[in-house]
């Protein structure tokens, strides 16, 4: 019997999505560097990747580095037309599809060998499929785990396909830096190199017990195991998200403690109406900053109750940036973010109004429903009008 030496889980990621999408529908930019986004890229075409030009940059640093690059302002409303478009094709091509991002998923095509041949058949297939259907280029990765698919696509980008065999995972996989595992950031990056680590193989040969001393047990032992290409998590389709999150891009301005209010309580209000479209509620608002010399930080709060109100979540987000503001005072902040997680699905518990203050529910509801008639711009918070508007990012559902 032939048995296929190519794995059966697909990661597909398209290439420069936004930046993609507008040289797409605008021919006089094909080939040319483009950013995304005025105040802060967006994003950036391979043209313009090539020159320095990062996501999250400033529009005024992507700028200098690459002063012949097309800025064009983004046009949500067509990133997610062009999502839902290659996310056709996915389940077209299988029905076992794993959302991760709107422009990225995991596809199990293990079963499909009799009716669409072997794997790596079936992701170059669905390469053109997105090319012809979409006019989008996009990188697959094939390989046996999830961890070394994802891998394999970013090896492969732009636009291209790389098929990792079962007999070769530890080849191709030990020469590549230590910031191919997942959860290497800047942090851990640089205290691995400071030991000398620097290549997925080095990680793999050292002794788990002294990753564990240095990184802590579940961040040691977790990429011990992935540097040896172990990771059981199988295509999960349905699966709800365990967080949801949303953030501002401030560009390198420093800002003062009530302008960083300002923007968290417009984060809140996006993220508390997504929860109670979703029907959920959570219990660990979680506050994300990133400073100026591009470290990061976490930050988060759990509330007694579960809770899908807007104030309850903006309430403990102001706790968490009024005890972080010395440190971001100290370093510059660059990004801002708030994260929903510890979702109880149960129903919630409804409370009388014995305290005698406004019902917050009803307000709740009431924004939502106005909002969704009339767009998310409907009604905002006054603090905000002196501040130009965001665009909201296109998710997957929640």
Known sequence: MFVSNDGPILHADLDAFYASVEQRDDPALRGRPVIVGTGVVLAASYEAKARGVRT???GRQARRLCPDAVVVQPRMAAYSAASKAVFEVFRDTTPLVEGISIDEAFLDVGGLRKIAGPPRQIAATLRAEVARRVGLPITVGVARTKFLAKVASGVAKPDGLLVVPHDAELAFLHP???ERLWGVGVVTSGKLRA?????????AAFDVRELVSILGAGSGRHLHALAHNRDPRRVRVGQRRRSMGAQRALGSRRRGLTELDEFTA???DRLGRRLRAADRACRTVTLRLRFADFTRATRSHTVAKPTDGTEVILAAARTLLTA???MIADRGITLIGLSLSNFDDDAIQLELPFDGGPDRAALD?????LRGRFGSAAVTRAALLRHAPQDEMPVLPD
């Open 365 to 369: 509801i009431a924004l939502d429903s």
């Open 176 to 178: 590549l830096p230590v």
């Open 195 to 203: 030991m000398g680590i620097t290549t997925v193989g080095e990680v």
């Open 324 to 326: 972080a503001w010395p």
């Open 266 to 268: 417009g984060l809140a």
């Open 56 to 58: 999250a940059m400033g």
